[in-house]
């Protein structure tokens, strides 16, 4: 499994996540996302309206290597930041839309790589690197 428990809990409690993508004149792209873990393929998976169209998707043809990082403030007295950040390989997909959904079978599907995690793991101090493929 690439994620830990705590990073699966963390990551199903949020909303938006931010993808960044590389196009193809090297320039970066960065833009907020809808989100969900895929326990089935270890990945995450990015849907949105006319997903297919977006930039994002299209960059994905050039470069396939992307970062993806959710975040918040748990608190601001004392300051308490967590979040994780998943650095790997993305490929773009057509699957079943989950029943009632607004958005088509258009997927990003995220490959992780490398997770940074802060903030979530109560014994864990400062930030945690962990390779996973």
Request: no cysteine; net charge negative; glycine share 10%.
């Amino acid at each position: 499994m690439s994620l830990t428990d705590l990073e699966r809990e963390y990551l199903s409690a949020q909303r938006l996540g931010r993808l960044a993508t590389v196009g193809p004149k090297g320039d970066p792209q960065n833009n907020p996302v809808g989100f969900a873990y895929n326990e089935e393929t270890g990945t995450i998976d990015i849907r949105g309206w006319n997903l297919a169209e977006s930039r994002k998707y299209r960059n994905l043809r050039d470069n396939d290597q992307v970062a993806f990082v959710v975040d918040d403030l748990a608190s601001v007295q004392p300051w308490r930041v967590r979040g994780v950040e998943i650095r790997g390989r993305a490929e773009t997909a057509v699957v079943e839309a989950p029943e009632g959904s607004p958005f088509g079978g258009d997927v990003i599907r995220i490959h992780p790589r490398t997770v940074f995690s802060w903030g979530i793991d109560p014994d864990a101090e400062g930030m945690v690197k962990r390779i996973v493929a």
